[in-house]
DNA sequence: TATGAATGAGTTTTCATTCAT
DNA sequence: GATGAATGAAAACTCATTCAT
């Protein structure tokens, strides 16, 4: 509603789709959304928030209109710099489909590393009331489209070879976004180590023989995590 | 609790882990399912599901000691189902990995098409109290641990060729899974098609050679849809 | 309603005041018994009793119309087996009120200590609805009665000496109901060593000069816990 | 939990503890108070509550937690008050055993007088959930031993004449908590009437010769009705 | 900005009771 | 005698939300 510290995604990060600094969400956001990831939409209250923020349920109010506006604001939040930043990697490797694919992916990978809690509230999205579900849907729809554009461009060219340009790219995306159900930060692997590891996929699953260490420019790409 | 119409899974489908019967559940049941897999388990009320079976609520609580044990159930029903077809399709193909890999994924693709609702409720593991989550998590460990098996092997045996093994199984898996996101039965795509179009993908994946097409002993696995 | 075994006031207890037979009470008032003294009327389902039984909950219905006629049943039980006891201690000693008083005192205190669960019962005569209430105050005051003309009787032949005739009654029947709050059969006392203290403290009560150990006719009364 | 009105003792009662104000509860405890007093805690829901306070449900949780924790407010306020007034009783006749004795009793016989709702709710103390219980007879405890510690030094110096000292103190309590039974205020009895008459009991019990007229202090005690 | 206090409608669950079998 | 199945009513408690301050 009138949040003061929700001016949009920041610019630093806008110019380096690469670069992930720690999200800066005003209180009310962060602490919904630690809450919504943990236990769903349906399965937390306003009051659940407030207790996280150290506040009074009615502050919430002061700056939400109500409860499915907080939902609505972080799903838009992560949709668009999704796309944002996903739409830049791929305009970076214009006139490549194989680098314009795995920077595809290696974007989407990093978005889900780097922020895994807003990657998990995708899920909630049926909870959405049907206007804004219509809305999100369409984000969605226009992230899916950019790789679907690349996809298509590449079987064009012959780089890529699947059955089913439709099926591969929901693959792709469900194999990315599934990353949120085993990663956590501090494990094993690095954003960028999964990024790579899943390019290298992803290359695979459309029949290119080009490996994600040869196309992937190495970047440094340090990024606080959030 | 003592509800009569539990009995497992049937033997009939117990012979053939292509062919699927109608889902057959006891009402409770069924019209849980139905209510988790549209709004979720939290959002879901014992209400709404005794208003779809058109009982009242304390009838439930006859069948089933609580909400939970509902979804424990459900979930039980499902990933012993899913853990039993995907043996049975993986040890059918004893001898040959690249079958191996293409009949689970196949097989889970079927599972997840044809019982598409039960596949949804595995993001309700969530609300799962601790200890029934834990004894969830195992079988779905068990349900991966095939598949990982499957991809271990085919590797040390050349056949396949990627840069991390657990990484690869668990986008195989979300692949899968992630059908759930826009599969709908009566859609363009029969259980089969799609199940073709995704073995193809995970040959891929692992950097096979080999086409779905070519793998796939061609059966012809009607199975009317729950 | 037409439970079999309740037969009314065992006759072998009813020649001996002082000799308490094992409570004999048919199956559905004595698991009842078990839980309303546990947790009081209002805090024990039919299904506790049920379960206690190890039948179901219709059986229940079957010998008793409802919950309340379980309570009716048991507190009748209870004061009618009191007053029956009481009265005939008291014609026992006829011509010695000093006897008289000491025999009710101990009698009472048997009744308490051998049946501790029925005379806890007494404070769930609240829970009565107002016709079955009414029933039990009277047999409650004709019990109190018994002990009035007693205390009306010694006062008159000044063997005790008290401000306020009532108020000692109260203050006797009191303190002997209030045996349930710590006396547990298997104790430190028998039931008849609490009996002669509560006897002594008695007399001491309405100033008589007499004790306790005097007083008492010693009688084997051996009478297996209930 | 936040309720402003509890404020402890009063401190003006606690000058003098022959004297009662009416008693000061919040009005959540108020309103609990008389409707346990009536039906006990399991008869009484917090819908009655509620009614009683012209208030709807969730108001009463604002204030506390849960219906527990209303009886457990209630039981406190009780006892404490009850150990208050009868250490300052016995104090107050340091030196004289049979003043304090009589003290005591007469003290007891006011709490349960002036505070007939609250004493009554002594019975009520098995709904409490077990730690809550344990405290609460662990304050019980501490009011029986303040008597305990008289009678013992009483019977040391020969003023007082027991078989057992245990069981005369339980029968002490017992027989003034027991004015519950009947005792109503605007009745035949002032507090103070019963207070001379049951420690004119007690003295006797004891088997001093003492008389209650002789040994209490007269001492103007008006103290409104609660 | 924030809170204390409140509420109508809802939640999950249990209650006493019934009835056909 | 006993049970499986069911129900209307009510239980304790929580929900999202509001409003005066």
Known sequence: ????????????????????????????????????????????????????MGQTVPAIYYYYQNKQAILVALLHTAI??????CRRAVEEATGDV????????????????????????DY??????????????????ELQQILGDVVEQGTDQGRFDVLDTAAAVRALIAM????????????PLTPQQVGERYVDLALGMLRSTDRAADVLTAVPCSGERS
């Open 80 to 85: 668009v710099e999704d796309i944002d930043r």
């Open 176 to 187: 990315c976004v599934g990353i949120t159900a085993w990663y956590r930060p501090g494990g």
């Open 124 to 141: 909630e999205r049926r909870a959405l009331e049907p206007e804004n579900r219509e809305q999100y849907t369409d984000l969605r729809d």
């Open 1 to 52: 509603m009138r949040d003061p510290e929700l001016q949009g995604v920041d610019p630093v990060a806008a110019q380096d789709w690469r670069r992930f600094e720690p999200l800066k969400l005003p209180p009310v956001l962060r602490h919904a959304l630690e809450a919504f990831a943990a236990h769903g939409y349906h399965g937390t209250s306003v009051r659940d928030i407030a207790n996280r």
């Open 98 to 121: 194989v680098a314009q694919l795995s920077n595809y992916v290696y974007c989407l990978t990093l978005c889900v590393t780097y922020r895994t809690e807003l990657a998990l509230l």
